[in-house]
């Protein structure tokens, strides 16, 4: 886990980033690397940035490079299987890509090809795109920009718009969404989120739901843009302050990428309600009732599960079944909300049951065949 030491006074935001990524790119390259031969890995915006720790163990490339050895020794060691595993970090900025590619050569090497490109991501676009054109590579980009410039959807497009490929990019909606308002960043929005007219969508919707809807067309983007099937996100609080600082949002075209992504998201969420509540009551416990003690982000728990349970509503809008697969990836879309809520609410629900394929299964689960069936 990282270490929470680095991050304190004021970056713990990165600490909760850095937490979903270690959980989730471990568990990839297991999963990824037990059916694939090669996996490539795209840090586009590695820095170091702000890191505090020596050995750069508190950036977003020393924890990815850890996790991808990690999984690929259990893979040896467990599966007998030893795919190819690349990672490609790029840096634009000449003093950080100075510490990045002695970090890199200085390290030794276990296993993972490393290559570390200075310059623009966006300029680099077509020749990681040559790394990694071939059909047995499955790729996983990182995309941590510290803005929304430098981002093109339509010029990354070409690169992750692949069946085997997932992406994770930090959306910084707090940003995003007080720009929305101001004409002359028009041209930027239209650029990164690759479609017109999306500015203004964001800046009439409601002030206070204006983070939620830069996060929705994000990910409309990445479907409609780059093809991605499914897309989910992990909710990163302000340090300081009440409300969101960012989104890190992922697309996937396997409900198996959501799944893994949501337990990665529960474990940052988890600790980031530790975070909060350790903040705002320090070491002593509140002289309050139980309920007060209950998860810091309760109320965008809430929030979020309406709006999950409310899109499940939807698919049966005219319909009488459905997939559970689908069912699970409309509600788990919507980040914070877990699997196990979704089964509660839907055995619950007046209407609708599960029709389970196999014997004495009394739980639904993707990628089984399970439907989730109205009546009337
Ligand atoms: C938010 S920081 C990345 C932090 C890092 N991913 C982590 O979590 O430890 C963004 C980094 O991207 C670099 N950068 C900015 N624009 C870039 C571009 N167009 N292409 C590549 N890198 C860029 C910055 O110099 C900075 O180091």
Not at 179 to 191: G, K, N
Not at 318 to 341: N, Q, W
Request: a positive charge; hydrophobic letters at 40%.
């Amino acid at each position: 886990m990282p270490d929470l030491e680095h991050y304190k006074g004021g970056r713990e935001q990165g600490y909760i980033k850095h937490a979903l990524i270690e959980k989730y790119l471990e568990r990839f390259t297991i999963k990824i690397g037990s059916k694939w031969d090669e996996i490539a890995f795209i840090d586009a915006f590695a820095g170091p940035w702000g890191a505090k720790s020596e050995d750069l163990s508190d950036t977003s490339f020393g924890i990815a490079l850890h996790r991808l050895e990690r999984g690929l020794k259990v893979l040896q060691m467990v599966h007998g299987r030893s795919p190819r595993i690349r990672a490609f970090l790029i840096e634009k900025d000449l003093d950080a890509f100075g510490r990045l590619d002695a970090f890199v050569k200085e390290r030794p090497s276990k296993g993972i090809e490393v290559q570390c490109f200075p310059g623009e991501f966006e300029v680099l676009v077509s020749r990681l795109g040559e790394s990694v054109k071939s059909d047995r590579c499955f790729l996983f980009s990182l995309i941590d920009p510290k803005g929304w410039t430098g981002l093109s959807m339509k010029v990354m497009a070409p690169l992750i718009r692949r069946r085997s490929s997932e992406v994770l990019v930090n959306v910084m909606t707090d940003f995003v969404r007080r720009f929305a308002t101001v004409d002359l960043c028009r041209e930027s929005y239209e650029d990164f989120f690759g479609r017109p007219g999306v500015r203004k969508i964001i800046a009439d919707a409601p002030a206070d739901e204006r983070q939620d809807v830069v996060v929705r067309e994000y990910c409309r983007s990445l479907r409609e843009l780059c093809e991605f099937q499914h897309v989910s996100s992990c909710v990163v609080l302000q340090p300081d302050k009440k409300g969101v600082k960012y989104f890190m949002v992922f697309a996937t075209n396997n409900p198996m990428g959501i799944k893994v992504f949501k337990e990665a998201e529960a474990h940052a969420a988890a600790l980031q309600d530790e975070l909060k509540f350790a903040k705002e009551y320090g070491d002593q416990l509140p002289l309050l009732p139980c309920e007060a003690v209950a998860p810091v982000s309760e109320a965008l728990r809430q929030k979020y599960r309406r709006l999950a349970f409310g899109r499940v509503e939807e698919v049966f809008r005219g319909r009488v079944e459905a997939s559970y697969d689908e069912v699970f990836c409309k509600a788990l879309a919507i980040p914070l909300v877990t699997e196990t809520e979704l089964i509660s609410w839907l055995e619950a629900h007046p209407k609708l049951s599960f029709n389970l394929i196999g014997k004495r299964r009394q739980k639904p689960g993707i990628l089984k065949g399970d439907r989730v069936v109205k009546s009337h």
